[in-house]
């Protein structure tokens, strides 16, 4: 026997190698809920790998910054001006989802939702991959030193790219969400479809478990949708690339990342994710469209004694009271809102008052059409039409054109708040602009009376008189 | 008679420094985990392998052939996510072939590394489709005609990448 292994001694040698490495691998197999037992191993080449990764990422950076801020300024200032024009394009656009995602934060806190935020991101250098198509793993040069942990999800600006696998003391290994062992809880943007999304060998995205009868168009977008408790809803994952009849009942539904993953240099990693409730701050927040459009426009100086100015203000802003609202003892009209209560609109809204003029006034909710006939002061488009109102109407003295007197509840709030339709829905009868935006009854035209002598001091403040006389225009 | 191999009074066995013998492989970790990030197109490239059989085919020695490959491959699974010991065991049985058949055949003509490179590159990702897919149970496809291109490719980068190395053989 002894001949027999001396004769093959090499053969031996590679038959127990292998022996041993497929025992050492069977063992991992078997344990893959541990991850430590291979932690030594992996550690001793990352750290001996990672340290010369870091100073050639360094040093190229450091080299391209040099080139690129002091000497490659070509096309710069023509760049800068394109910037400046995304720049104040986006800021509408900014505006306008603030807006809806105002509306979404009403309606979620009605409805008690739980809404994830991003609290707090990490910024993270790509150092390094795993060097095998085989497996799709970044290294990034934060480790457990800088709070990093492990499944804390990893994305960048155009979406998402993975999450932590594992960390070492100063540096950690991202999963990409191309990997075959990785999976994303996904859904459809348009059609609220679910599905998860899986790498594949090749390094491609396909999303999964898509009945075959189920509609995804080529272009669809496709976010997190929350489902794997690692990636926050409402991340961009990427877009339907192709769609074909898979195998069983199932769709084959290819995907194509958002963020480029095989060109990865800055991440971020989400170290901390909130859960909680909109706040009622948070709902009322929101900026909206109309309001910076309309502070863009050429307006008309105020003029003194005048009831309205035209120059809108963004919501959130206070003007100062016009005039046709202030409490004028015995005239009807009804004290300014104020308070939060006032704000949210859970103060009485005011009952719609005649006809008044083409003026604007100016409230909480921005600009607002009064003394318009319905027509023009109604529906959605009350936004636009408040701006053109605004700044065609100002300065134009308030004559009232009384139309249909109505009683006038007993308190009630001269400026409710414009966001406020979906916490008290608009009744029928009310004319604040809410209820025309939603497309509901038209609001009647408010009465603007136009300026008066100040009551004396003391007087504003008092109450309204629980029945007061039907509003009429003043002279 | 024409010989197209040569004997083993004929070969030259090198060794390597210690340095060269440290640094080589570790380099070629380094190299293989940070290019891919910069030239996306290097992954097809498998700098570890080349070196491993460079090293073994070098010093024609099974033992030490199969021991490098051991070790870089192990060292290479280590930068991986998966399990350690699946480039470990492919690497070992390239590192004793390549040292086996370098006791036998002239390996130091470009076509002949050439050819060699080739086949065990071949040979390499054969072991590790069937390790992966046996063991492991990942869900590799079999892709014959990316296999091969890869093939072509390492053989190609081998040639260059093998005159540079040679600077660092030492008649043993």
Redesign the interface.
């Known amino acids: 026997m002894e001949n027999l292994l001396a004769r093959h ?2 053969v031996t ?2 038959v127990a ?2 022996f041993a ?2 025992v ?3 063992v ?2 078997k344990r893959t809920a541990d991850t430590n037992s ?1 932690r030594l ?2 550690v ?3 750290t ?2 990672t340290p ?2 870091k100073a ?1 990422v360094a040093t190229q950076r450091s080299l391209g910054d040099i080139w690129h801020s002091y000497f490659y300024l070509r096309g710069v200032r023509a760049q800068n001006r394109e910037l400046q024009d995304e720049i104040e394009q986006l800021r509408l656009q900014q505006v306008r989802l603030a807006e809806d995602a105002g509306q979404a934060r009403r309606l979620q806190r009605l409805l008690g939702f739980k809404e994830q935020f991003i609290a707090k991101t990490l910024a993270a250098q ?10 799709r ?3 990034i040069d934060k480790g457990a030193g800088d709070g990093v942990k492990q499944d804390m999800a990893v994305i960048t600006a155009e979406g998402v790219v993975g999450k932590v ?2 960390i070492f003391p100063t540096s950690s ?1 991202v ?1 990409l969400i191309n ?3 990785s999976g994303v809880g996904a859904i459809l943007e348009k059609s609220r479809l679910q599905g998860v999304i899986r790498g594949t ?2 390094g491609e995205l396909v999303l999964e478990k898509m009945m075959s009868d189920e509609r995804v168009e080529v272009g669809d977008k496709l976010l997190t949708s929350g489902g794997d408790q690692i990636f926050p809803k409402g991340l961009t994952i990427g877009e339907v690339k192709s769609v074909s009849p898979g195998r069983d009942v199932f769709l084959n539904v290819r995907v194509k990342p958002a963020a480029q993953l ?3 240099e800055e991440v971020l990693i989400i170290t901390q994710v909130v859960e909680r409730q909109p706040t009622q701050q948070e709902a009322q927040s929101a900026m909206r469209a109309v309001d910076i459009l309309a502070a863009r426009l050429p307006s008309v100086p105020e003029r003194t004694g005048q009831p309205s100015t035209g120059i809108p203000l963004p919501m959130g802003v206070k003007p100062a009271v016009p005039k046709a609202t202030e409490v004028k003892p015995g005239s009807g009209a009804k004290p300014p809102a104020s308070g939060i209560a006032a704000q949210n609109g859970l103060a009485p809204r005011p009952r719609p008052k005649p006809a008044g003029t083409g003026a604007a006034q100016l409230t909480d909710e921005g600009v607002k059409v009064q003394g318009v006939k319905p027509k023009a002061a109604n529906g959605a488009p009350a936004a636009t039409q408040g701006v053109g109102a605004s700044g065609a109407s100002a300065g134009v003295p308030a004559t009232v054109v009384p139309r249909k007197p109505r009683p006038k509840p007993a308190t009630g709030a001269a400026a409710p708040g414009a966001s406020n339709a979906n916490q008290n829905p608009p009744k029928p009868g009310r004319g604040d602009a809410n209820s025309g935006a939603a497309g509901s009854t038209p609001p009647a035209p408010k009465v603007v009376p136009p300026p008066q002598p100040k009551p004396p001091a003391g007087t504003e403040q008092s109450p309204p008189p629980s029945t007061p006389p039907p509003e009429t225009p003043q002279p | 008679m024409n010989v197209s191999y040569t004997s083993r009074e004929q070969i030259e066995v090198y060794r390597f420094s210690l340095p060269a013998a440290i640094g080589i492989p ?1 380099v070629a ?2 190299l ?3 290019l ?2 910069r030239f ?1 197109f290097f ?2 490239f ?3 392998l080349l070196v491993t059989i460079f090293l073994a085919v070098s010093r024609r020695n ?2 030490s052939g ?2 490098t490959g ?1 070790v870089i491959g ?3 699974d ?12 492919a690497k ?2 390239v590192g ?1 072939g390549a040292s ?1 058949l370098g006791v036998k055949l002239d390996v130091e003509n470009s076509g002949s590394r050439f050819l060699l490179v080739f086949g065990f590159y071949i040979v390499h990702e054969v072991i ?1 489709l069937v ?2 897919r046996g ?7 079999w ?1 014959w005609g ?1 296999m091969a291109f890869a093939a072509f490719a390492n053989a190609a980068l081998a040639i260059p990448l093998f005159l540079i190395l040679d600077r660092f053989k030492q008649r043993g």
């Not at chain 2, 280590?78 to 065991?89: A, F, N, V, W």
């Not at chain 2, 063991?135 to 496809?141: C, T």
Request: glycine share 6%; no cysteine.
């Open positions: 001694r090499n040698i590679l190698v292998l490495e497929v050492g691998l069977a991992q197999v291979s191993i992996r001793w080449t990352v001996a790998v010369l990764e050639f790509v150092i390094g991959s795993s060097g095998s198509d085989m497996s793993v970044v290294y696998l594992r290994q999963l990997d075959p062992s060998p090749n095989s060109r990865l | 570790l970790l380094f293989q985990a940070f891919p990030l996306h992954d097809i498998d700098l570890p099974p033992v199969l021991f051991s192990l060292l290479q280590s930068l991986t996510h998966q399990p350690i010991g699946i480039y470990g065991i070992t049985v004793y086996s590790y390790v992966a063991m492991v149970g990942q869900d590799l496809a892709r990316h």
